[in-house]
Nanobody, 125 residues
Framework: VQLQASGGGLVQAGDSLRLSCVASGRTFSGYASGWFRQAPRKEREFVIAINANGGNPVYADSIKGRFTISRDKAKSTVYLQMNSLKPEDTALYYC???????????????????WGQGTQVTVSS
């Protein structure tokens, strides 16, 4: 499975962005999908994820109420809709998928088998 993330950019605080992650090689069927991010000089951190059935989303506290995740199985694409962006959301955003990822592992990097290359999101104040 290869993942290609896109949609990042430079925006102002309060703006919205939608990131996309397209999978090639197979569909998302049976795979959990998640987004992580890594800011400069920080560890990669969990953002949001859904299970293999496309449900039961889990969120990092920092993005609750602002970010949502969705998936279009026909297009083999998972989306990250980001609203009310803040400067602290600035990071390189990675999509990931995992086969057989149980609910309790959705927030863990180890729960994912394949990773995209990352797309940069920069939010100015």
């Amino acid at each position: 499975v290869q993942l290609q993330a896109s949609g990042g950019g430079l925006v102002q605080a309060g703006d919205s962005l939608r990131l996309s992650c397209v999978a090639s090689g197979r569909t998302f069927s049976g795979y959990a999908s998640g987004w992580f991010r890594q800011a400069p000089r920080k560890e990669r951190e969990f953002v949001i994820a859904i299970n293999a059935n496309g449900g039961n989303p889990v969120y990092a506290d920092s993005i609750k109420g602002r970010f949502t995740i969705s998936r279009d199985k026909a297009k083999s694409t998972v989306y990250l809709q980001m609203n009310s962006l803040k400067p602290e959301d600035t990071a390189l955003y990675y999509c990931a998928v995992g086969s057989g990822t149980i609910q309790s592992m959705l927030q863990q990097r180890a729960g994912y088998d394949y990773w995209g290359q990352g797309t940069q999101v920069t939010v100015s104040s």
